[in-house]
Structures are given as C-alpha cells and as structure tokens.
C-alpha cells in the first residue's frame, strides 16, 4: 500500500494507497475522536488541505457505539468524510485512562469514564469494533506504557503488545482495511528492536512508533526516532502516535517518520494558541487588540484571508464559538503547510535545511 | 430605498436597497451580536441564503468597542461580512438589562454587565456608535417598555421615543447609512397610531414596531400587528423587531411586515431545537438515536445534505462544537426559506393559504 517515491537521508518522500483514497507523506492526521474534528465540518477540514482523519475506537464504542454506526453506514458516512481514516485501538487509553482500568493478558477492562460500565477490550473486541467503524486502516491493541515506565514494566508491555498483535491480525477479516502494529518499548532501543524485530516478521502492511511523547523529554524521544524507524521495513508507512508539535513533526520527518496525528492543533486552537511559522501566537493576549494583520500571513487558510489578529482576540475575549473554530482551522492548515512544505523540502533534498530554518525561525520568537 | 412589487392582501413583497446591497422582503435577518452569528462562518452564512444580518450597538460598544471596529475599517471588514448590516440602537437592553440601566430624557445609563462600568447612551451617542460600526441601517434609541407596562410608563416611553426620534435624526451623518425609526405604544393602538403619526411626520426612510414579543400573549400581538403596519407608509420599509418564532413570521407577514430579526434560530439551535415545516424537533431526545434521516427532508441545508439525525443527537450526546453549528445553520436555512416560500405565495397571490397550510402541519407535529 506504500511507494517510497524519494528519500532525503533519512527523510521520505511517498504515498499510502488506502480505499478512500491516496495520502501523500509525510502527512499528518487531525484528531476526530468522537466523530468529528472539533469545531470543524468535513467541508472546512477538506478546504484547508486535511486528507486522512483519525477516529477513536474507545470513546465511539462508548458513544454512540460502534453497531450504530455500523448499521448506519460505516463512519465515514456517519461523520461525512469521504477520505480516509485510520482508527487508534483504544491502546492509548491503556495510558491516558490508566486509573480507571485493569489490564491482563486476556484483555484491557475499562470501567467507563461516563457511567462506570465496564468496558472489556480484547485484541479481537478492539478489531471488531474497528471493522465496524469501517475505517481504511485500524490499529491492534497494544499496551502504552507511560514514560518513566520500569524496564520490568516495558517488557511486559512489549510481551503483550506482541501477544495482542499476533490475536489481533488473526482476528482481522477485512480486505478493504489495513491493519498496523504498534511498536512500543519507549526510548529502550534494545526492547524497540526485539518488539519490530518480532513484529516485521508477522508481516503487517504498516508499522506505528507508540509509547512516544507520554511524558519523556523531547530529546530522549528525537534522538529514540531515528533508530526506531531504521528498525522497521521501507517499503512499508510508519506512523508515530500522539505527536503534533511542530519541531517534533520535522524531528520524525528527519528520522524517516510518515505519518503523524495529535490534539494539538485542535486543542491549543479552542485556547486561542496558533501556530505559525514565526512561532506560536496567544491570541488571548491583549496585544492583539487592535492589530490589524492575519494571524499569519501568507497563510491561506480561510481564517487568515478573512480575519484580522484583532477580530479573532475579540471572539476569545467576548467567548464566542467562532474564535475556537477559526484558530483550529488555521493550526490545522498549518501543520499541513508544513508537510507539504516538508515534502517539498525532501523532493528537492533540502529537508535538513528546511528543518533547521524553521526551527531558528521557531527559536528566534517564542 | 424601498420598492414594492407586489401586495397579496396586505402581505408586501418588495425589495430594499442599502448600501452593501439589496434585500428581497419579506426577509429574516440572523442575529450576530458580537459582530459574529453564533456558530457560524460568514461563508456558512452565504450558504444558506443569508443576505442581511444583524449587529449589536450596546454588546459592540462595550466589546470591542466601536471606535475600534471604525479603526479597523468598520463592521463589515471588521467580521468579514460583504452584505447588508443592520444595527439596533440599545434601545432594546433598556427593556432587557432594565435592572441595570437608569433612563431620563437625557439618556439610558447602564451599568456595564461585564465589570460594572457606566454606560451612557444618549440618542446622539447610538448614532454615533452606529455611524462608527458603518452599518447600512442604524436605528434610533428608544425606550422599550415590557409587555406588562402600565398606560402611563407607555405614554412615557412613546414620549421619550419621539423625544429621541428626533435627537437621532438630528444627529446622523452619514449618507451611506439610512436611520429607520422605532414605534412604541405596546398594544395600545391609540398610542401606537400617536407615536406613528409624529414619527411618519419626522420622515425616516424605514419604520419599525419595537416593544412587541416582551412578554405579552401572541395573539395580543398578532391583533395589533395589522393595524400598526397600517399606521405606516407603504412606500417605506416595516421591521418587526425581535420576532423569530415561524408562526408569528407568517403572522406578521400577512400584516404587512417586511423584515424580521430574532436569536431564535440560534439560540434554539444551540441547545438542539430544530424548526422544520413539520413541527420542531429535539435533536437530544433519545429517538433520533438510529434515525438515517436528514434533520429535515427536502432541506438543502449542509447540514440535511450530509448528515442524519443520529448524527446531530450524537453530537449533543458526547457535546461536541459541530451540533450547535449544524443545528444554528439548519435553522437559519429554515427561516430563509420560509421567506422565499413567503415571497414566493405573494408573487402567486396565494400566501394567506401558504401561511394556513404551514400553520396545519405544525399544529398537527407539535
């Protein structure tokens, strides 16, 4: 389903075949957890250059429940988007709803954070839910283990995740899905390797980094990436879970790094923080009160080419709905400039430079 | 600035030019009282049908301030809004925030609702507030007493209106901005016929019945809508101001009124209401749970185009952003179309039966 068109060291330049369609990367995915993108129709998400969307296999079991949506057609006819879409596990509240779960070897049992229901996960329950979804491609079960995890603990997640992926593609029976393992053993490189090692040799068709930006410095995690990524096979995608901060984006890019998706641009947005290329805006802050100029020029996003500084200040300061869809739209067309401009960057071999001219940029004012 | 094609009874159909462009009536203005319809992008504006919307004097004064919005081109630039802008003058936060407003002849003093600043708004200063904001229709302050008021606090408010009419009108400049007038007298048509009468002397380009839907009976006001239109020029534009509810449209309709405003359609859609020619609809309530039809058959609103009930109920289960904005878009969609449909019977001669078939089928689902 990957053709690695070019590569720039380590960078690369390529695109992932899926049922709904071709994903150039690197490329980045907007976080749609409950069947929509926060603040955004599908209609703004296409016109600001989105191409594949991430639903979350947790919180739509949960609400509205994935036989609904089923029945109702898939989710991309739930939601109406025509794109693709890649489903997480619900692996990642292994981690980020670890206080209200248990965890064995037969499965991850979550007691609702709506109602207290339990929720059992198994590797083939989490299958299941995402071949109801319908999503082009779905990701096993894995267990997330948090950044100062001990090394006991890390192989014991790695020793599921590889128990988990193994019943989870014999589970699988959907052709018009693909089906990625996850490899986890946090910045372990030893642990890493033995976890891809084992994995590759289950023939996925694409490989994700968990694990990652749960609460380990940035540099343990930029200098894990490279070696990480070496581990897995090139004619196949790699995909990094969770990571949306710009300099991390062009840290995994350098490192060989295909796909990525995060909250971030979504959730800073609705706190009235924008990205741009001369580093990040509070648009909150009282400066921008009667200035005149797009959040960023140059961009052509709908917010940009329309709205002043001042106007988007006005709708955070007054509390209207607008201000949070306006700065998510633009954060997303931001991040998606950056991987166009990084695919750019790559396809004329100057992804380091390009690299290392946003980050001075990104330094120089924030 | 007002052209009338065609009467069907004392239904009107006609069209008003302004300065950023014409207005076919009957027609329903949305409500953006912090220089944004709540929700909602200008672009989704435009695309269902919107073509003149409605700004606030007292909300813009206080935030952003209107020498601000001045400085930074005017309303229109300010929200990004291309089309036709009316501004009420305050007039109606005399009767909504009377519990913080002190009112002489001088002027209506409001302590701020934010931090408890003064506000005085005196009829040149809503002039000049509304000259500021650039809008095509500014109106003059007035004195709007509740539903319930006693003959003489009315005789008092139609006093002062006049008083202030005639301030107003003094103290507008600008040739690009037409000042309607605002008649008073509650559902006294003696007082009303007085304070049209001094009013249609004075010679303003528009008219507007203020001081209906506070609190009185709607059949009280459906009475008294017919004679006060007739209390009005023909040749001259007739608003009836903060009336939204589809029953009390084609009421008005039929009276001989022309334009509309209320936050009806939003502040409805927000919490999930949806109007339709079949009655109204709780998106939240749990049988629209499975349901695969549009919110509405035949709209061709984004949001009946793409999405089903099940899909807007789900959103307002889990709370996302998207619900509010699909079900504001619909209603907006909903009013514009019950004013095509409108205009269209007063072309054919034929709305006092279009307004009678509406009326059946919305006794009949709600």
Redesign the interface.
Known sequence: MFTLRHADGNARLGFMRTTHGVVETPMFMPVGT???V???????LHSVGASIILGNTY?LTL??GDE?IA???GLHR???WSGPILTDSGGYQVFSLSKIRKITDHAATFRSHLDGAMLELTPERAVKIQENLGSDIAMVLDECPPGDATETVLRSAVRRTLLWAERSKRAHTREDQALFAIVQGASNLELRGECAKELVAMDFPGYALGGFSVGEAPEIMHAALGPCAAMLPADKPRYLMGVGRPEDLLASIDAGIDIFDCVLPTRNGRNGQAFTFDGKLNLKNAKH??D?QPVESGCAC?CCV???R??V???F??G???G???MSMHNIAFLLRLMGESRKAIAEDRSASFREVCLARWQRTT
């Open positions: 409950q069947a929509t926060k603040g955004l129709t599908p209609e703004q919180h609400r509205p609904l029945e109702l057609g739930f939601m109406n009160k009667r005149p709908y329309h709205f002043s001042a106007y200040h006005h709708l300061n007054v209207e709905m607008l949070p869809t306006l």
